[in-house]
């Protein structure tokens, strides 16, 4: 989301706009989204800018679970976002920047409310790196220790956005996925790559992550990447994963 | 005249997502505060998220209990308790010390991990209610029953004939309760879109004519 529009970035860049959130969330309501992730990506680049009033409209028209992202800066910020109604919080670079706020966190809202994001890409050896401040800075922690301090620190799930595969729907990157499922023992939410549902199949199965995210996948249909808002039903789902 | 759902509110969690769900059903309520409150109430809520103890606790502080006992056991109205709701008509918790209100002869306990399944506590996300008996918050012919659910601790199936619904992890468990006209149910119907919105409609129906 970006100045109250929702916008699909590829490699957290080239946004292009889809619509209207609270539109959208009228539609995925319809289709019955397992959990939904507002990440708001213009706000972390200034103070104080978590457009609450705007957060309350769209909490109060969404009947699945709702996380937010972005611009969360200290446990004041938490705490309103929990009153709106929205159960999770997905943080980042205020992690980087203060050591307590996870724990503190935890203490007063409970881990289960406590999302931690790895924003991942390659460096140009190749070797995984994690970021912060939307992928323009890099952490000091290497992804499977930044990981691991999450889960240390309280977190209740951990969301592995891997930039290099954002917006480019081929596929997840399994091995990533994989290394950080198997370092930590709290759910691992996978996103960035998602293509089809077979992208999903394998990140669950063969990753071993908890949970599948994507954007493109569900805002976009056919080859021309026309914007249709779409998910699958749930025989669709269970069906894909019998075995 | 619609009936009017009474939230009982003892400052634990956040309300927003069930007046949300609520206000979308275009059903009638209000917020429950006072011991007055419930004594006027005619459908009553019991929601939760938090610890054993400190619902318990702030029931206690708002002069709620003995209210609620009254309202519940001698005027027989209608009460839906969720997630922790649950837990707190029980008799207690493996969460804490506190005892419950002990409308069931039972208690809250924990999931055991298990390391070789990797099942993850808490149980989080979406699983499926086994509906062992219909009428009341579930109706035949739905086709599905699946919900939003969030927790640590589970109430056991400790008897058979109180027992609505179960759902599996790691272990079957009681997901849904009932005795009389007191139900409890272990998911968040208010975040379970419109098999939520079913159930709430459903309760309120049947509260209606009971």
């Known amino acids: 989301?970006?100045?109250?529009?929702?916008?699909?970035?590829?490699?957290?860049?080239?946004?292009?706009?889809?619509?209207?959130?609270?539109?959208?969330?009228?539609?995925?309501?319809?289709?019955?989204?397992?959990?939904?992730?507002?990440?708001?990506?213009?706000?972390?680049?200034?103070?104080?800018?978590?457009?609450?009033?705007?957060?309350?409209?769209?909490?109060?028209?969404?009947f699945m679970p709702l996380a937010y992202g972005g611009g969360i800066q200290r446990l004041s910020d938490i705490e309103t976002i929990i009153n709106l109604g929205i159960e999770k919080v997905v943080m980042n670079s205020a992690l980087e920047e203060n050591e307590d706020l996870l724990s503190l966190a935890a203490k007063a809202f409970g881990s289960q409310a406590l999302i931690a994001a790895l924003d991942i890409k390659k460096d140009w050896l190749g070797r995984f790196v994690a970021t912060t401040h939307s992928g323009?800075?890099?952490?000091?922690?290497?992804?499977?220790?930044?990981?691991?301090?999450?889960?240390?620190?309280?977190?209740?799930?951990?969301?592995?956005?891997?930039?290099?595969?954002?917006?480019?729907?081929?596929?997840?990157?399994?091995?990533?996925?994989?290394?950080i499922a198997m370092a930590t023992d709290i759910p691992v939410i996978a996103c960035g790559g998602a293509g089809t549902l077979e992208h999903i199949k394998q990140v669950i199965e063969d990753a071993k992550a908890s949970a599948a995210g994507a954007g493109s996948l569900f805002v976009y249909h056919g080859q021309q990447k026309g914007i249709l808002v779409n998910y699958p039903s749930r025989t669709t789902l269970k069906r894909l994963f019998e075995p | 005249m619609k009936p009017r759902i009474t939230i009982v509110d003892y400052r634990i969690g956040n309300l927003g997502s069930i007046e949300n769900m609520l206000k979308k059903l275009e059903l009638n309520y209000c917020l429950g505060q006072t011991p007055g409150d419930i004594k006027k109430s005619e459908i009553l809520i019991l929601p939760g998220v938090g610890a054993f103890d400190q619902g318990i606790m702030n029931l206690h502080k708002f002069g709620l209990i003995d209210p609620l006992n009254e309202q519940i056991l001698h005027k027989k109205t209608p009460i839906l308790g969720l997630c922790?709701?649950?837990?707190?008509?029980?008799?207690?918790?493996?969460?804490?010390?506190?005892?419950?209100?002990?409308?069931?002869?039972?208690?809250?306990?924990?999931?055991?991990?298990?390391?070789?399944?990797?099942?993850?506590?808490?149980?989080?996300?979406?699983?499926?209610?086994?509906?062992?008996?219909?009428?009341?918050?579930?109706?035949?012919?739905?086709?599905?029953?699946?919900?939003?659910?969030?927790?640590?601790?589970?109430?056991?199936?400790?008897?058979?004939?109180?027992?609505?619904?179960?759902?599996?992890?790691?272990?079957?468990?009681?997901?849904?309760?009932?005795?009389?006209?007191i139900f409890g149910v272990q998911f968040h119907p208010e975040k379970s879109h419109h098999f939520g919105m079913r159930l709430f409609r459903n309760f309120c129906q049947w509260a209606c004519r009971a």
Request: aromatic residues 12%; proline residues 2%; contains cysteine.
């Open chain 1, 136 to 179: 323009r800075q890099k952490s000091m922690f290497s992804p499977q220790k930044l990981a691991k301090r999450f889960e240390r620190l309280g977190a209740g799930e951990l969301l592995i956005n891997d930039i290099d595969r954002d917006g480019t729907m081929q596929g997840y990157n399994l091995k990533l996925v994989n290394q």
């Open chain 2, 84 to 181: 922790l709701g649950m837990h707190l008509m029980t008799k207690g918790s493996e969460e804490g010390e506190k005892r419950g209100l002990g409308w069931f002869d039972t208690k809250a306990v924990r999931f055991q991990t298990d390391e070789k399944k990797r099942l993850k506590v808490p149980h989080m996300g979406w699983n499926d209610v086994n509906i062992r008996e219909y009428d009341h918050l579930f109706r035949q012919g739905e086709d599905e029953h699946c919900y939003y659910f969030v927790h640590t601790y589970y109430v056991p199936i400790f008897n058979e004939a109180l027992v609505l619904g179960t759902t599996w992890y790691g272990i079957e468990f009681a997901s849904v309760i009932y005795k009389d006209n």
């Open chain 1, 1 to 62: 989301m970006k100045n109250r529009g929702l916008v699909k970035t590829i490699h957290f860049n080239n946004e292009t706009y889809i619509g209207d959130p609270m539109n959208t969330i009228r539609i995925f309501n319809e289709k019955g989204v397992d959990e939904l992730m507002l990440l708001n990506i213009d706000s972390n680049r200034f103070e104080n800018q978590i457009d609450f009033g705007f957060l309350r409209e769209l909490a109060s028209e969404c």
